[in-house]
């Protein structure tokens, strides 16, 4: 756990859902209705660091949170990314995937957070 990084000190309440090594997390400064993100439990900056259980409970969460997104939410489509390392300036290196749901009309504006201005 490290002190200043919001995904190692979240508050339970916000979590959307969970599994034995990772977490679900609404993100502050959404880009649409919805977008959430999902981070490991431990704290790592890298995708490459994750173990392969690491990887594979990311990859279920992906799975649940894409599934209660279409519930909830309706969206026509996904825009799923994530930076690896710190390149981008972000507000923190703790690793994690975003979700970001897709509605018709929708132009998803991109911000600094995935290295442009």
């Known amino acids: 756990m490290t002190v200043n990084c919001p995904y190692c000190n979240h508050d339970e309440y916000d979590i959307i859902d969970k599994n034995d090594f990772g977490i679900i997390l609404p993100e502050p400064h959404a880009l649409s209705k919805g977008h959430c993100v999902i981070t490991p439990l431990r704290h790592t900056d890298s995708f490459f660091d994750l ?64 290295g442009i201005e």
């Open 51 to 114: 173990t392969d259980k690491e990887r594979k409970s990311m990859t279920n969460l992906l799975d649940l949170a894409r599934n209660e997104l279409k519930l909830r939410h309706q969206p026509s489509g996904f825009h799923i990314g994530f930076n690896d390392g710190t390149v981008f300036g972000q507000p923190s290196d703790h690793f994690h995937i975003h979700i970001i749901p897709r509605y018709d009309g929708q132009v998803l504006k991109l911000d600094a957070r995935w």
